[in-house]
Nanobody, 115 residues
Framework: QVQLVESGGGLVQPGGSLRLSCAASGFIFQLNAMGWYRQAPGKERELVAQITGRATTNYAESVKGRFTISRDNAKNTVYLQMNSLKPEDTAVYYC?????????WGQGTQVTVSS
């Protein structure tokens, strides 16, 4: 069965950095695109970044130039490096895969940007 387990969230000051990790299992990791989404209180879940099996990336406009998505196929892990964090980046961040026409989500990890 597909499992996605996020880690790396926490409290950081504005301008700081965090790296999120998502360990995946239950499918052939290197063949599948992976994504990071986030959901702030009272808002809809939104796409942050995606990476294909060939490492082509796509970012939301709000994070371009600050966030970097990457993957390590040997470790079945996808990462989100977040730099120059802003208070508006505060949200629960989720790892995602669309696999065999079904959405799978991790449990989420809280990122709070505050002084």
């Amino acid at each position: 069965q597909v499992q996605l387990v996020e880690s790396g969230g926490g409290l950081v000051q504005p301008g700081g950095s965090l790296r999120l990790s998502c360990a995946a299992s239950g499918f052939i990791f290197q063949l599948n695109a992976m994504g990071w989404y986030r959901q702030a209180p009272g808002k809809e879940r939104e796409l942050v970044a995606q990476i294909t099996g060939r490492a082509t990336t796509n970012y939301a406009e709000s994070v371009k130039g600050r966030f970097t998505i990457s993957r390590d196929n040997a470790k079945n892990t996808v990462y989100l490096q977040m730099n120059s964090l802003k208070p508006e980046d505060t949200a629960v961040y989720y790892c995602h895969i669309l696999y065999r026409a079904r959405d799978y989500w991790g449990q989420g990890t809280q990122v709070t940007v505050s002084s």
